[in-house]
């Protein structure tokens, strides 16, 4: 199975922030613990490349890295193990590397000029970030009128409730951070909770697959 067949079969990719270590590591183990194996570690600081380093030797997961904002960042993320590369803008030069690098990237773009920029790029699938702030569902419908064929990993704002409402119009995947890895549950160090969301997350997905 692709990495993207992998984003595509999991639905809800988690978009994990956080800049301690241990509490970086812990939190993608819970995530992974509760079911999502596919994981996006944004590079926060160098604690996020020793995470994807230390979880990628992992078999059974899919560590990505997130929050990649140039070439050599990508090129750090991919020496430490990530599988697959998500930026929240459009940087060619880092494109082109994991293009070269037959690593996939997921650029993020806002308008469709930058849709454009990124189909010319050859980049199967693009991020619409911040979707909640574009105009969510609305935003994703009208982009369907002169990008039929889009694939579109949908990101920012999204939680548990909205789920059922960008599958419905063919979302190809969701970058799912703040609402699937509350704040609080972080500094608190509360695992069960978050192997609990991690379950809902999979449960809902699972339901609208029925
Ligand atoms: C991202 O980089 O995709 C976002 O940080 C995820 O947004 P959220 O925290 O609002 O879910």
Do not use: H
Request: overall charge neutral; hydrophobic content about 40%.
């Amino acid at each position: 199975m692709s990495v993207m067949d992998k984003f595509t079969s999991q639905y809800v990719i988690p978009v994990i922030r956080e800049t301690d270590e241990e509490k970086l590591y812990s939190l993608a183990k819970s995530l992974a613990e509760g079911g999502l194996n596919v994981l996006e570690v944004t590079l926060m600081n160098d604690s996020a490349f020793k995470v994807i380093k230390r979880l990628s030797t992992d078999k059974d997961l899919i560590i990505g890295a997130g929050t990649v904002l140039n070439k050599e960042m990508a090129q750090k993320a991919q020496d430490a193990g990530a599988k697959f590369l998500v930026s929240p803008g459009l940087n060619e030069e880092a494109v082109t590397f994991a293009r070269e690098s037959e690593i996939p990237f997921i650029p993020g773009v806002m308008s469709p000029t930058e849709i454009m920029k990124a189909m010319n790029l050859k980049c199967d699938v693009i991020k619409i970030f911040p979707v909640n702030t574009l105009g969510g569902i609305s935003y994703l419908k009208n982009l369907k009128g002169p990008f039929p064929e889009l694939k579109v990993m949908a990101s920012g704002g999204i939680g548990l409730d909205d789920i059922r409402d960008y599958f419905d119009i063919g979302t190809f995947c969701l970058g799912a951070g703040s609402q699937l890895t509350p704040k609080d549950a972080i500094k608190n160090e509360d695992w069960k909770m978050i192997r609990e969301l991690a379950k809902e997350y999979i449960f809902e997905v699972n339901r609208l697959r029925r």
